[in-house]
């Protein structure tokens, strides 16, 4: 069983007079929907359903503006076919996003729409409501909406597409408007060259998922005498590099006290932080205390025996 729906996107501004559009914009654009559909697709109904969108023909005269179709194939998770009402149709996908044009959930627009009414402001709260949708609340504003929209506006690759696909392309110069539409003529969804930074994907903080502190052996690879540098280690598994928060061991530094050579090794109490971001895991380590140093082997070690008489 499949469910179909058609959408329109048009690009308008001084560099699309012609009816033109550099295809190392409009190619990344294009692909960027298509992750947007299946990034709501997926969010909305897990693999009870796929979908694939492809471009149909050029409309509208003064702008560039392109027809795609949406296809979505329905399966039940034993492969069996499903009822449409068992999964969120193609339809009711692009009004969700707000491609469209129309009214969702309680809110104008769809995701599109919210977007452009939280304008990259900070959500303050979220409070669910007894009907099942959320009251979001940003300062001394507040708007509700269907928990299914606030599940696409927290999904990675859905915002990341909206990026791709209307923010950047309105950066380009000569390109002022984003709109879309079910069909040429019908009231419209736009976002503005002035609007387009709200779509930027948000730069998320990095969460910390451990920390530890411990007092190991570092062997000196590469110094970094100027404020804020990070030396280089080796732990004798991998090499890193690690700042020093040791101020007493930077002071004799500073006063020529210490002197190091390549291989030297330190005995360090060191802080261990590992962090998810948006790019997966990072670990950060710093240097809290030097307990000891350690010159690397100037002779040849021997075996000597015991000398005591």
């Given amino acids: 069983m499949s469910s179909k729906a058609n959408f329109y996107v048009l690009y308008d501004g001084p560099a699309l007079a012609n009816h033109e559009m550099d295809v190392r914009d409009l190619a990344p654009a294009l692909l960027a929907l298509s992750d947007v ?13 796929s979908i694939s969108v492809s471009v149909r023909a050029s409309f509208e005269r003064g702008s560039f503006g392109i027809e795609l179709s949406t296809v979505q194939s329905i399966w039940g998770s034993l492969g069996g076919l499903l009822s449409s009402s068992d999964v969120v149709t193609a339809k009711t996908l692009l009004e969700v996003l707000g491609l469209l044009g129309g009214v969702y959930a309680l809110f104008k627009d769809g995701l599109i729409g919210f977007i452009k009414w939280v304008r990259g402001r900070r959500i303050t709260k979220v409070e669910p409501l007894q009907d099942g949708n959320v009251k979001i609340i940003i300062e001394d504003e ?12 927290q999904d990675v690759r859905v915002r990341k597409g909206l990026e791709n696909s209307i923010s950047k392309p309105l950066e380009r110069n000569g390109v002022e408007l984003f709109a879309a539409r079910a069909t040429p003529g019908t009231e419209s969804v736009f976002v503005s060259k002035e609007e387009a930074h709200h779509f930027k994907f948000p730069v998320q903080e990095d969460v910390l998922l451990s920390e530890d502190i411990r007092t190991t052996n570092l062997q000196l690879k590469s110094i970094k005498f100027k404020e804020g540098n990070k030396w280089e280690f080796y732990d004798g598994a991998s090499e890193y590099s690690a700042s020093i928060a040791d101020q007493n061991f930077l002071r004799k530094i500073d006063e020529n006290q210490l002197a190091f050579a390549k291989n030297d090794i330190l005995v360090a109490e060191v802080l261990e932080r590992q962090y998810h971001t948006d790019k997966g895991l990072k670990t950060e380590r710093t240097i809290l205390k030097i307990k000891d140093h350690i010159p690397a082997a100037r002779q040849i070690r021997l075996p000597f025996g015991d000398t005591k008489e």
């Fill in 37 to 49: 559909l299946e990034g709501a697709n997926e969010v909305l109904n897990g693999d009870r359903a």
């Fill in 142 to 153: 507040s708007t509700v909406i269907s928990r299914t929209l606030l599940k696409l506006y």
